[in-house]
């Protein structure tokens, strides 16, 4: 069983920076951890994805050059650093783990078997 605590999220205007973290406990191996979000009335969507040594990473289209995702193995987290933020980055965001995408930065959200409870973000003017 592995648990994910979010935290970081918050209010923040146009073009501003947040820094989302997400804590994992349980058997930590290097499998996926990513980041989904999910606006109201959409259906939830990819944003980026490293594997757990940090090595690898993926990114949606639509925040590359903006967000970056990094681990701390040290400290069993996994960062999300948002830059130049848009209102259309509103969402609540969710830290998921794939544990059977070893080494590994899927994309796909039914390969994330274990979900944090999400936290907050929004962006406005």
């Known amino acids: 069983q592995v648990y994910l605590v979010e935290s970081g999220g918050g209010w923040v205007q146009v073009g501003g920076s947040l820094r989302l973290s997400c804590a994992a406990s349980?058997?930590?191996?290097?499998?996926?951890t990513a980041w989904f979000r999910q606006a109201p009335g959409k259906a939830r969507e990819f944003v980026a994805a490293?594997?757990?040594?940090?090595?690898?990473?993926n990114y949606a289209e639509t925040v590359k050059g903006r967000i970056t995702i990094s681990t701390d193995v040290a400290k069993n987290t996994v960062s999300l650093q948002m830059n130049r933020l848009k209102p259309e980055d509103t969402a609540v965001y969710y830290c998921?783990?794939?544990?059977?995408?070893?080494?590994?930065?899927?994309?796909?959200?039914?390969?994330?078997?274990?979900w944090g409870q999400g936290t907050q973000v929004t962006v406005s003017s």
């Open positions: 349980g058997p930590t191996t290097n499998y996926a």
């Open positions: 490293v594997s757990w040594s940090g090595s690898m990473t």
């Open positions: 998921a783990a794939a544990t059977a995408s070893i080494g590994g930065t899927t994309s796909h959200l039914n390969d994330y078997d274990y």
